[in-house]
């Protein structure tokens, strides 16, 4: 549910993101006047034909994606920020000689295990040998269902951030319970194929048949890489093995549906529902026995890749997991192979052209696997209590923005208003930085060991998940980093995070005007808050449980505008054999104009009936959507374009801007004529709250 996937530092898989993200641009400097970047607009485009190319023509006719990006944005120039501050940090902590144990001592020894490449060099293949040894001795499919229930790990989020992949043959995500929103629960998940999403290995067309055959080869390569003979063989085997892999996967848009994922199942149910593979030696291997209730999100997938444990020959299982063990390793292993993944996924698959710079990518590492304790340190130094008391005035006035809004609505019963309201009441918002911490005391660090300090960092991680099922849940905590530039909705504990790292500018500028601010940093907040009452958020009440609170009547108007919502982007075509999905971006489409029309009422309302100023030619309310359309200022490669439409629930910046379509107060403060491409009637604006 946050702001923008791809953004995402910490909680994406790392060996995806250390290739794939999209810190570190050289985009066009960011203005350094306060309030709307009109140095980066287009006049010469009219705002009613596209108000994306008028409010950011000039930018992006002047901006460059560098060589190691996929794309460049708004956010990914404030990463770069923060991921400056990051990188000093982490030098300090190099510096400072801390005591064994401590966390600073632990940033310092981690960053330097990443940097020592001579190290990893000299270490070879040596620290998956033993990995490796044990497949190969795999006797049958019992054993080999321990051995994939080793795999198992907390990497997958369909909620919070949205996280559906897991290359591993399942992921779990512990949270709040769908019925007991009180304590710790575990939902599982699909997994097992190696690209991001089955489109990948199902959809038609020559653009993914070609990314289909350099997989293959790419397959075959790491093998090799390996050490393992006949690997072209071995690699055909398994790439057909994740086609039908794929083929049992449920798409993005039926794992967005919360009702459909609502199936809990006990450990004979799986015996039942699912036979094929051996559960009981699964969750053995998982740590996962004395656990004897699960939410499965995917039954159907859940049957189908079991199956294909029965039906595929041991041999073919056996090349797939010693496969998946060098490719998700492969980034802290030697540079031929590291190179060979980044050919991969962040050539082939995003058009990026090189690897970042090494040190860039052990800041991200440290970043994502000692994020708190980098974090604390960021937000002491870099986050004001006056900063923070301004950003909280903020969110109670778009918060009492929607209140009135639920107010207002006529179509809503007044039942189902109260506990919409109840939500806004209860709602836990948390500003900067979390006030409880992340404790890494389990975790080793050694700073030769770079392998080991990844593969301990993952299964600690699972670990710290796995204690606690079934204890108390902690709302309080948070889903994100301080230093990340982003925002999230946490709908299970009915909270919002806002990290310090979004809140300067050009999204928070407490030297900006208000129209300025509450366009850029208000619609953020207002697209979280709206989560609350999206097509998942609204599923939930005021206490995070799963519940109907809506009557049908609602619910039905609810469905009918939304449809015509999810109509609107599926008009939208990036490419022309590849058109938005309106369904699978429905959510976050819902969130985008629910926010801006908030957003735009705390603003009105902040202004308490004095009339807000014109700056450079552009009246308060112009201001205020400019500064909306050039929150979504995005250069991305065609490649990382394609990827975002087929795997990601944001639509393309673009879309996003041009929602401003279905608000009435945009086409007064731009009037849009008739003949006008983003001009619609009326009738067909969409209003949902
Ligand atoms: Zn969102």
Request: aromatic share 12%; proline share 6%; glycine share 6%.
């Amino acid at each position: 549910m946050k702001l923008k996937t791809t953004f995402g530092l910490a909680l994406v898989p790392i060996f995806v993101f250390l290739i794939a993200l999209t810190a570190w641009g050289q985009a066009a400097p960011l203005p350094v006047a306060h309030g709307i970047a009109v140095g980066n607009m287009d006049r010469a485009v009219k705002p009613g034909d596209d108000f994306y190319r008028f409010s950011n023509g000039n930018w992006l006719m002047r901006t460059e994606i560098p060589p190691d990006r996929s794309s460049v944005n708004v956010f990914t120039v404030l990463a770069d920020e923060a991921d400056k501050r990051t990188a000093s940090l982490i030098e300090e902590a190099a510096k400072a000689k801390a005591p064994a144990g401590s966390d600073v001592r632990k940033i310092a020894d981690l960053y330097q295990s990443y940097m020592d490449e001579g190290a990893i060099e000299r270490k070879g293949l040596e620290p998956l040998r033993a990995k490796l040894q044990a497949i190969r001795v795999l006797r049958n499919k019992r054993e080999l269902a321990h051995a994939l229930g080793e795999t198992l790990r907390a990497d997958v989020d369909p909620l919070n951030n949205t996280n559906f992949h897991t290359p591993n043959l399942f992921g779990i995500w512990v949270a709040p319970g769908f019925a007991d929103p009180q304590h710790y629960h575990a939902y599982l998940l699909q997994g097992g194929l190696t690209m991001p999403d089955r489109e990948y290995y199902l959809a038609d067309g020559e653009h993914m048949g070609a990314i289909r055959a350099e997989f293959q080869a790419h397959v075959a390569r790491m093998l090799e890489l390996a050490g393992f003979d006949d690997s072209r063989a071995r690699a055909a085997r398994i790439v057909t093995l994740e086609h039908a892999i794929a083929e049992k996967h449920v798409s993005l848009a039926d794992n967005e549906d919360i009702h459909k994922a609502n199936n809990t199942w006990t450990s004979a149910d799986f015996r039942a529902k699912a036979p094929g593979l051996d559960w009981a030696e699964y969750f053995k291997a998982a740590g996962l026995s004395k656990s004897t209730k699960f939410t499965v999100w995917q039954p159907s997938a859940f049957a189908g890749e079991s199956a294909l444990i029965a039906s595929v020959p041991l041999e073919t299982w056996k090349d797939w997991l010693a496969y998946h063990y060098v490719e998700q390793y492969a980034s802290v292993l030697p540079n031929s192979l590291a190179q060979e993944r980044f050919a991969f996924f962040g050539k082939t698959l995003t058009g990026t052209l090189q690897q970042r710079p090494r040190w860039q990518r052990g800041t991200l590492l440290v970043n994502v696997i000692l994020g708190d304790a980098v974090g604390q340190i960021y937000a002491k130094r870099y986050f004001s209590p006056q900063a923070k008391a301004e950003a909280q005035a903020m969110v109670s006035n778009i918060i009492d923005a929607f209140r009135k809004r639920i107010d207002a609505l006529t179509w809503m019963a007044p039942t189902t208003k109260k506990e919409a309201k109840a939500k806004l009441d209860t709602l836990y918002v948390g500003i900067g930085y979390p006030e409880i911490w992340e404790d890494y005391s389990g975790y080793e660090v050694r700073s030769d060991d770079l392998f080991g300090n990844v593969w301990r960092a993952r299964q600690f991680e699972y670990d710290r998940n796995r204690n606690r099922l079934g204890k108390a849940v902690e709302r309080r905590e948070w889903s994100m980093t301080p230093q990340t530039v982003n925002a999230v909705n946490l709908p299970l504990q009915n909270a919002l995070n806002f990290p310090a790292a979004i809140l300067q500018p050009p999204f928070f500028d407490p030297q900006a005007p208000a129209a300025a601010n509450y366009g850029a940093i208000g619609t953020v907040i207002g697209h979280e808050i709206s989560h609350t009452f999206d097509t998942e958020g609204s599923t939930f009440d005021s206490t995070g449980r799963l519940r109907d609170w809506w009557t049908p009547a609602d619910l039905a108007h609810f469905e009918e505008v939304t449809t015509k919502l999810a109509k609107q982007y599926d008009a939208y075509k990036p490419f022309p054999d590849l058109s938005v999905n309106g369904r699978q971006t429905l959510a976050e489409n819902i969130a985008d104009l629910a926010g801006l029309s908030a957003a735009y009422d705390g603003f009105r309302s902040s202004l308490s009936g004095k009339p807000a100023p014109a700056a450079e030619g552009f009246s308060a309310d112009q201001q205020f959507f400019l500064a909306y359309g050039q929150n979504w200022a995005t250069k991305e490669r065609p490649a990382a374009l394609r990827q975002q439409v087929t795997t990601d629930p944001h639509a393309p910046a673009e879309y996003r801007a041009d929602t401003v379509r279905n608000v009435d107060a945009w086409y007064s403060a731009f009037p849009a004529q008739p003949m006008e491409k983003l001009y619609l009637p009326p009738v067909e604006r969409v209003q949902i709250w």
